[in-house]
């Protein structure tokens, strides 16, 4: 190589060409490297809010899950508390009709207690005066009568005797005509007259509010009239209406034999009187 | 075995039948029947009773001073008692509370009133 020969640092022309081509490409990959990095960040991005989202479904599926479960539930305590409402509701009208039950049959053994006591004491006595007094008892301690008279037919039938009376004033205690006596139509007809429409707490001597005719067998020989009842005792009970049938069917039957027992000395048949009884 | 022991003080046999015919209807309670207050304080004398049910009206001592006997005998001074008055005898009432009686049921009887009234003072259910 010659002295005279300069040396040419410049790189030729095609290295440049490709230099730039080089630079160039670079240069997109560098672009297309930046746009993957985006695209790689943005999908990331995505993909976690796939999850959260993914992660939220899950948990409000599963929340609906148990919801629908507690929901099931619910409908079956429902069920359940109908069911026992149902049943609760049955046993308190059981209950009910136990309790009214149970006081009928309460009631009904007072009744039954009084109507006993009334008659194992109307033949307990075998004097006339005995008997009159548990009838007076019965009347005023039972039935809560406050004026009441007993009336007896005389012997020519005629006439009802009063026997016994409280609360009647002596005035009005006498005989009654047999005919065209409210008493002695009660007589006649054998028919008890019990007002049930008004109160009978109001003692009224002109129209009694209970007339019992009192018989022995076929035969009536007289009544009871009650005119008025104690204050607490406006109306009469089932068991009255129960006492009066007594009354009339054995206060008569046990005067009249308390009667002939005294007419006879006291003196008990002995069994030859009852020879002929045999049935 | 009775539980409960009651002492009835009435006059009438009647009154007395149909008291011990409605106490029969509580059980577990024995019932003794005295004819009046001389009666009942005999009773009272050789037993303790849980109730004592007394009338009013009685001949040789009346149950006010039954009442009053009772109340100022230590033994008995507890013993609830019942009266058993006439609506009428208002007066009588009043006194027999006062002088301890702790209630009173009034003539006509009804058995289901004396069962709950004993029922209420014995505090049976």
């Known amino acids: 190589m010659g002295e005279g020969t300069k040396r040419n640092s410049a790189p030729p022309p095609d290295l440049m060409r490709e230099r730039d081509e080089v630079l160039q490409s670079f240069s997109r990959g560098a672009k297309l490297t930046e746009q993957f990095m985006q695209e790689y960040s943005r999908i990331r991005e995505h993909a976690l809010d796939l999850e959260e989202s993914n992660a939220r479904l899950r948990a409000q599926l599963e929340a609906d899950d148990a919801l629908a479960k507690l929901l099931g539930k619910v409908e079956r305590l429902e069920q359940e508390r109908q069911d026992l409402l149902r049943r609760t509701e049955r046993a308190e009208k059981a209950k009910v009709s136990f309790d009214e039950r149970f006081g009928e049959v309460e009631n009904e053994f007072a009744s039954l207690a009084n109507l006993f006591v009334a008659s194992n004491q109307l033949h307990a006595s075998l004097t006339p005066r005995g008997v009159v007094r548990r009838i007076k008892e019965i009347l005023a301690q039972l039935v809560g009568a406050e004026a009441y008279a007993m009336y007896i037919a005389s012997s020519d039938g005629k006439e009802l005797v009063p026997v016994a009376s409280e609360g009647v004033p002596g005035e009005l205690l006498v005989p009654l005509p047999l005919e065209g006596s409210s008493v002695g139509a009660v007589v006649h007809s054998r028919q008890a007259v019990i007002d049930e429409e008004r109160e009978t707490n109001q003692i009224d001597f002109e129209r009694p509010p209970v007339i019992i005719p009192l018989g022995v067998d076929d035969t009536t020989v007289g009544a009871i009239v009650i005119f008025g009842t104690l204050e607490q005792k406006p109306r009469f009970s089932h068991t009255d209406f129960e006492l009066f049938k007594l009354l009339g069917q054995h206060a008569a039957a046990a005067l009249v034999g308390a009667a002939l027992f005294e007419q006879a000395g006291r003196r008990l048949p002995g069994a030859e009187a009852f020879r002929d009884v045999s049935v | 075995m009775s539980e409960y022991s009651c002492l009835v003080v009435e006059d009438s046999p009647m009154m007395r039948q149909l008291l011990v015919f409605a106490l029969a209807r509580l059980k577990n309670l024995r019932v003794t029947e005295a004819d009046d207050g001389v009666d009942g304080l005999k009773k009272l004398a050789s037993a303790k009773f849980d109730i004592i049910l007394t009338d009013i009206n009685m001949p040789i001592?009346?149950?006010?001073?039954?009442?009053?006997?009772?109340?100022?005998?230590?033994?008995?001074?507890?013993?609830?008692?019942?009266?058993?008055?006439?609506?009428?005898?208002?007066e009588d009432r009043q006194r027999a509370l006062q002088l301890g009686a702790n209630a009173y049921i009034t003539k006509p009887i009804q058995a289901p009133q004396v069962i709950a009234t004993v029922k209420e003072l014995l505090r049976i259910e």
């Open chain 2, 61 to 90: 001592m009346d149950g006010l001073k039954l009442v009053k006997r009772v109340r100022s005998d230590p033994t008995h001074k507890d013993t609830p008692i019942v009266i058993i008055t006439t609506e009428g005898a208002s």
